[in-house]
């Protein structure tokens, strides 16, 4: 089996830098998700560890083999596409078979392999159809299939789901899970679906113009951002931010008061269901509410600085009231205005 | 105009221009298969009383017209042969790759569209005099290959970019190289677009009269050879030529008729 | 990786040498060809030719059946364009129909013509049923400029308006049915949709198929020569006849770079005139 190390990775699309020193270590087996919004250089650091793009600069090593210069059939790996990839002129069970007879496998081989996938992704009845006759969802199961057939140490999948439609996209994320499970493949997930990313990976990495944010299980994502924009891209709704003064190592706002880092001002990153709804405390405009079925969303301003809470279903509040909010400070992520990253609370 | 009314006039507008393209071949295939006889009948009559094939192989005997007839097939698949062999792989670089000159070579290619190319066959018939070329199928086809080679290059690249990139890069992954991607998952999806561009490949060179009379004098094909005698033939017999001309048309548009769009929608580019 | 960089220089390195060889070097040729005379630079060719008989005809006849040919062509070929788009069924076959003089030469078009036109022709006959002529006549003669134009306008538009449907419905087939769809919900009738919608979004098509059929219009000589011989002169029907008959190649080149720079000029007219702003397409 094999982990995935890469070193000092760079990528230049002539003056436009795509990737700025990537450097990430993939244990062997491990589920990472490289999650960021469309542009932060996730699908490019994929393409280069899957040899479809070259680095500018680095290395990228998959076990102990340092495979930067190898062409993507000499790495070994397996790879699931966003538009799937599909081989239109073959039967399902040629497609399934592809990667086996790439590699010379024996016939009776590639039969078993090709039934197990089969099997695990439940597309046994259509394998002698083309993937013309088959619906996004089963064209989705087969490119997994192909993928799985291989038995990859290396599974790199790119936007797998994000072409199904909502429900779909559920139904395949719970199986994917159970499935990759079984594997046993180091896998590298690209999304920009933080719950796709937050549902299935061991460990996510937040990818932001070319940069790694932070990198972490996702539980300690959500709960301790490491930047402002981790904080505001994992979580829906995402996390609240306002930038208060601070004096004497204090902020205070109305009738609400907390111990905080800085001197000067600081950014209050919290999230909306960390606030409670009580009799005094910070004023809230209420603007809009939007019942949500699991929470009553409430949008409005906090001293002029919008803010998103959520209130428990069952609550009577409409748009035009005034609540009073208090943050519990126990859970308030300071971010330093200056550099957007996240400082420890002064004791 | 009510919906009934509008149908009516649609149609009929349908069907006249239908006819308007019909008709006149229906009209030489009459003259075609009439003979002396027909050609002289006065006044003519729609029906084909005088159509015997006798007619039509009294006319493929005459001396010269098999054998125009066997040369312009072989010209005409030289072309295509040629062309596709310089075309497709100019037309998958520009698909697949973005390189510098790629949009000289671009401008090379649609730049032969603004000359009248088959006039340039004029100073080729002392180039290929010298280099023993004149008055043979290849040098014809040569000349052909210039007019259907943008063409094949814009046809396939449009075709090649139709291909998704990442069946490719599916197939480099699971352990093919280049030259394996290419043969086990492009060309297959390619071909039948690839087919249509060489049969229009074909008809271009089948019906080029200019450059295939110029650098011909007793090789020629059968356009060629058609407006050779043209002055000295009787009106069977050129109606006759005529007709032969567009039979391999016919057949040839119904067989590329799926991909004429790809060729001249995206080529126009 | 080095390798996959040369990769496209080598693909098209075969194509770039062809057309060089084939079209970039007979072009140079040809203008030496025509401006050089005795191992001189000399006009003695443009002389040559401008003083023809034929000459002035074959240009006034070309620039003539240009002019005439190709609007009505591109009118006709908008007209079908609507029309298939309008079919609901059939759509297949008629295309198909349309299409089928794409695939017919100029020769053999002014053939099937020439039996539409000779003197025992059908014209005739319906002419003649009509109570319009009385017996054989001959419209294909020099003494009937008028009616050989004619026959051989009408091969033209026969044989050459599939093309320009072709690139027209190709174009007709990019636009997006919901800006038609828009313009009438806010009431716009079909004659406005036409010129306000489809029109000006089809422009690139159309001028596509304008130069394209511009500089093969200005080709023009198999079609006339199979109606009238030498009876209707053209231009490249003489750079063929200076050729063939009178072994002039020098005349024959002054004909091409005449035909070229036409053409040429033509092109740039259009792409000037109905120069396309790439933000205003969708």
Redesign the interface.
């Known amino acids: 089996m094999a982990g995935i190390r890469i070193d000092g990775v760079e990528k230049k699309f002539g003056q436009a830098t795509a990737l700025a020193r990537i450097d990430l270590d993939i244990p062997d087996g491990e589920f990472l998700a490289l999650l960021g919004p469309s542009g932060c250089g996730k699908t490019t650091l994929l393409r280069i560890i899957a040899g479809l793009e070259t680095a500018t600069a680095g290395q990228v090593f998959i076990g102990d083999r340092n495979v930067t210069e190898l062409q993507p059939r000499q790495r070994g790996i397996a790879m699931v596409f966003q538009n799937y990839a599909v081989f239109p002129h073959m039967t399902v069970f040629e497609n399934v078979a592809f990667g086996l007879r790439m590699r010379g496998a024996e016939d009776a081989e590639v039969k078993a392999q090709v039934a197990r996938a089969a099997e695990l992704l439940h597309i046994t009845p259509y394998l002698d159809r083309y993937p013309a006759k088959l619906s996004g969802g089963q064209r989705q199961r087969v490119a997994v299939a192909r993928a799985l057939a291989v038995r990859p140490s290396v599974l790199l999948m790119d936007e797998p789901l994000s072409n199904l439609d909502a429900l779909l996209r559920l139904e395949m994320r719970t199986e994917l899970k159970a499935v990759l499970a079984q594997s046993g493949a180091t896998t590298i997930y690209v999304t920009h679906d933080q719950t796709e990313a937050m549902g299935l990976a061991d460990r996510i990495a937040v990818m932001h113009k070319g940069v790694i944010e932070q990198i972490d299980r996702p539980q300690a994502l959500y709960e301790r951002p490491a930047t402002r924009f981790v904080g505001g891209f994992l979580g829906s709704p995402p996390m609240n931010f306002l930038d208060l003064p601070v004096r004497a190592g204090v902020v205070e706002l109305d009738g609400f008061r907390a111990a905080a880092p800085g001197t000067d001002r600081i950014i209050a990153g919290v999230r909306a269901e960390d606030v409670e709804i009580a009799d005094s405390g910070l004023p809230f405009d209420v603007r809009v509410a939007e019942p949500l079925g699991a929470m009553l969303l409430l949008s409005g301003a906090v001293a002029g600085q919008t803010m998103r809470v959520a209130a428990r279903p069952d609550m009577l509040i409409s748009a035009g009231q005034r609540l009073y909010l208090r943050p519990d400070p126990a859970r308030i992520v300071w971010i330093d205005p200056a550099t957007e990253r996240a400082v420890r609370a002064a004791a | 105009m009510s919906v009934g009314l509008r149908r009516v006039v649609l149609w009929s507008g349908v069907v006249t221009l239908c006819l308007w393209v019909l008709v006149p071949i229906y009209l030489i295939a009459l003259g075609a298969f009439g003979g002396r006889a027909g050609v002289f009948r006065w006044p003519k009559s729609l029906l084909p009383w005088d159509a015997t094939l006798a007619s039509m192989q009294t006319f493929l005997a005459v001396e010269g017209v098999g054998r125009a007839a066997v040369n312009g097939a072989l010209v005409a698949a030289l072309t295509m042969l040629l062309s596709l062999a310089l075309g497709a792989p100019a037309g998958y670089a520009l698909a697949r790759y973005a390189f510098r000159g790629a949009n000289l070579f671009r401008l090379l290619v649609i730049l032969t569209r603004a000359f009248p190319l088959a006039i340039l066959a004029l100073p080729l018939t002392v180039t290929f005099i010298r280099v023993g070329l004149y008055d043979t199928p290849l040098g014809v086809a040569l000349v052909h290959t210039a007019l259907a080679l943008p063409f094949a290059a814009l046809v396939s690249a449009s075709l090649f970019m139709g291909i998704p990139r990442e069946l490719e890069e599916a197939a480099w992954v699971f352990g093919c190289s280049r030259l394996q991607a290419f043969r086990k998952v492009v060309l297959p999806l390619a071909l039948p677009g690839l087919a249509a561009a060489a049969i229009f490949a074909f008809v271009i060179s089948w019906n080029e009269v200019f450059a295939a009379s110029v650098l011909t004098v007793r090789n020629k094909t059968l356009t060629a050879y058609l407006l050779t005698v043209l002055a000295e033939s009787p009106l069977h017999y050129r109606f006759a030529g005529g007709f032969l001309l567009i039979l391999p048309s016919i057949v040839f548009i119904f067989a590329v008729r799926k991909y004429l769009f790809a060729m001249w929608g995206v080529s126009n580019k | 990786?080095e390798r996959s960089?040369a990769?496209?220089?080598l693909?098209?390195a075969?194509?770039?040498i062809?057309?060089i060889a084939?079209?970039v070097i007979?072009?140079v040729?040809?203008v030496?060809?025509a401006f050089v005379d005795d191992g001189a630079w000399s006009l003695t060719n443009f002389r040559k030719m401008v003083g023809d008989l034929n000459f002035g005809l074959s240009l006034r006849n070309t620039f003539l059946l240009v002019l005439v040919v190709v609007p009505l062509q591109v009118a006709c070929a908008l007209?079908?364009g609507v029309?298939l788009q309008?079919?609901d069924k059939g759509r297949?076959l008629?295309?198909?129909?349309?299409?089928?003089?794409?695939?017919?030469?100029?020769?053999?078009a002014?053939?099937?013509?020439?039996?539409?036109f000779?003197d025992?022709?059908?014209l005739?006959?319906l002419l003649?049923?009509f109570g319009v002529i009385d017996?054989?006549t001959n419209w294909l003669s020099y003494e009937s400029p008028g009616s050989m134009f004619l026959a051989v306008a009408l091969a033209e538009i026969?044989r050459a308006t599939a093309?320009v449907l072709?690139?027209l419905?190709?174009?007709l087939?990019?636009i997006p049915k919901e800006y038609g769809e828009a313009a009438e919900i806010f009431g716009a009738s079909p004659w406005t949709r036409f010129r306000k919608i489809t029109l000006p979004l089809l422009k690139?098509?159309i001028q596509?198929?304008l130069?394209?059929r511009t500089?093969?219009a200005?080709?023009v000589?198999?079609v006339v020569?199979?109606l009238s011989?030498r009876n209707f002169p053209v231009l490249?029907g003489e750079?063929?006849a200076w050729?063939?008959v009178n072994q002039n190649?020098g005349v024959?080149?002054a004909y091409?770079i005449l035909?070229?720079a036409i053409?040429?000029a033509a092109?740039l007219a259009y792409i000037r005139a109905l120069r396309v702003n790439p933000e205003t397409q969708p």
Not at chain 3, 94 to 108: C, E
Not at chain 3, 110 to 116: P, Q, T
């Open positions: 990786m960089r990769l496209p220089y693909l098209i075969p194509a770039t062809f057309l084939l079209f007979p072009l040729q040809t030496v060809l007209l079908m029309m309008k079919l297949d008629v295309l198909w129909i349309w299409t089928i003089p794409l695939g017919v030469s100029d020769l053999a002014g053939l099937v013509w020439l039996a539409i000779q025992r022709g059908y005739n006959t003649a049923a017996g054989p026969w093309i072709v690139i419905v190709a174009g087939q990019l690139p098509s596509s198929a130069i394209l500089v093969l200005f080709e000589f198999a020569y199979a011989g490249v750079a063929y050729q063939h190649n024959a080149a091409a035909v070229m053409s040429l092109t």
